[in-house]
């Protein structure tokens, strides 16, 4: 049984261009968090996506967007990338909302470093 | 919204002494309550979760306490040992599941 997948692991990218990160949630699970965590901080919740539509959202600009296909999988994407987007990008999978409140697991990351 | 705490920062103990590791939380409606633990270049895993119709929780060293009166609870590990040595993050989330809040962090060095 896979676990939380995420892709890259590791990217680098300059200031103003956009990036997609990727998220493959675990197997049964349906909703998918993504979370930004800057260095010695912890996981600041970005959006959440459940039935392909985006169902809360951080204190997050509208740069950060998202996407659900139909196989529960998700995407990030960031456009005009600035220094501070420099983070440790999470992905956490979990039951749908509305059932009693289940484990999030996580994905081992996407690491973002803006130049 | 929802507004969680940790303290401390940063903990150091000897092998074999006990951690323990405060939250509080702002938002009464809060309900689930987990403990993540999170290795360098890691992901964070979760160690163990709380309930608020529970008072406390028990899992070999680890147990988490839960004040819902004072909106508090605390990750206790015992007999510490040098792989304990991560970041422990504490979490909250009202009623419905996630998005979970989370805590700063604290630093925990098990000193052999």
């Known amino acids: 049984d896979a676990g939380v997948t995420q892709s890259p692991t590791h990217l680098i990218k300059t200031r103003g261009q956009q990036v997609t990160l990727r998220c493959s949630p675990k197997s049964g699970h349906d909703t998918v968090s993504w979370y930004q965590q800057a260095l010695g901080q912890g996981p600041q919740f970005i959006f959440q996506y459940y039935e392909e539509e985006e169902r809360q959202r951080g204190n997050f600009p509208d740069r950060f967007s998202g996407h659900q296909f139909p196989n529960y999988s998700s995407e990030l994407n960031v456009n005009a990338l600035l220094l501070g987007d420099s983070a440790l990008y999470l992905c956490a999978s979990s039951l749908s909302p509305g059932k009693m409140n289940t484990e999030a697991f996580f994905g081992q990351g996407t690491r973002l470093t803006v130049v | 919204g929802e507004n969680v705490e940790q303290h401390p920062s940063t903990l150091s103990v000897q092998e074999g002494d006990s951690a323990v590791i405060k939250c509080t939380y702002s938002?009464?409606?809060?309900?689930?309550f987990p403990w993540y633990k999170q290795e360098l270049g890691k992901r964070p895993q979760l160690i163990i979760d709380i309930r608020s119709n529970v008072g406390e929780k028990k899992d070999q060293r680890i147990a988490v306490t839960l004040n819902k009166t004072a909106k508090h609870f605390s990750l206790h590990i015992t007999e510490t040992q040098p792989e304990d040595s991560a970041v422990y993050f504490c979490a909250a989330t009202p009623s419905g599941n996630t998005p979970l809040v989370f805590g700063k962090g604290t630093r925990l060095s098990v000193i052999a």
């Open positions: 938002d009464s409606a809060s309900n689930y």
